[in-house]
């Protein structure tokens, strides 16, 4: 089968084709852990990892949301929605970062973005942005292959940046891994004994190879299991 062009595969809606999502991250393990969350969510997502790619692909084709880090290479997002509004004046974009100030949320407000999420966000909170926006979508029953990725590797991921960037929840996972880890409710058991127990290989198996950064916390589990 030959593969469908973006308009040809979009979402039904009402009798009409459902915009699909644009998400703009430099990170590829945020951004892919993303796109495959929604898109097992049913809805069709389109990737893109520095501001002048996003503007171009936002150029060439009709998004009925766009999610956009703040700091990209080249321009930073809230760069890249002032000039994506003056194609598009109707499109709607939510900003995430890991730097989250109230400088830039104003900012992001006056381009016109719906929102403003600092990470790690709760993915139920972009997921509600998102279906606010288009809707919910009609999901198509698969068979299970054995193959999918569980769903919460974007939580896993959460997980790791706060324990690189925050040493006070990372004093917490090494205190007591359970307690910190509650609220993170997307986990699964499988997922959040992965976590605790600092089990890089079945992490990275989930997710692919993990950066220096990302480490951390994993790092510092299997040192105390050496002590």
């Not at 989250?100 to 973005?113: I, L, M």
Request: charged fraction near 35%; proline fraction near 5%.
């Amino acid at each position: 089968m030959e593969k469908q062009t973006m308009a040809e595969e979009g979402k039904v809606k009402g009798g009409e084709r459902m915009k699909p999502v644009l998400i703009v991250d430099d990170e590829a393990i945020m951004r892919e852990s993303l796109r495959d969350w929604l898109t097992d969510s049913g809805y069709q997502v389109e990737t893109a990892e520095e501001g002048e790619e996003a503007l171009k692909t936002i150029a060439e084709h009709d998004f009925g949301i766009v999610i956009l880090d703040l700091r990209l290479p080249g321009k930073d997002g809230i760069e890249v929605l002032r000039k994506a509004k003056e194609k598009r004046p109707q499109l709607k974009a939510v900003i995430i970062t890991a730097y989250p100030s109230v400088q830039t949320a104003v900012e992001a407000a006056k381009e016109g973005a719906i929102d403003y999420l600092p990470k790690p966000f709760a993915l139920n909170d972009l997921e509600k942005l998102i279906r606010e926006t288009l809707g919910p979508v009609q999901m198509e029953i698969r068979p299970t292959t054995g193959k999918e990725k569980p769903k919460g590797r974007e939580a896993i991921l959460a997980v790791l940046a706060r324990a690189a960037d925050d040493s006070k929840f990372l004093a917490r996972l090494a205190d007591n891994p359970t307690e910190a880890l509650s609220e993170y409710y997307t986990l699964t058991p499988e997922e959040m004994a992965a976590l605790a127990s600092g089990d890089i290989k079945k992490i990275e198996s989930w997710l692919g190879k993990l950066d220096q950064r990302h480490a951390t916390w994993l790092w510092c589990r299997l040192s105390q299991e050496k002590w």
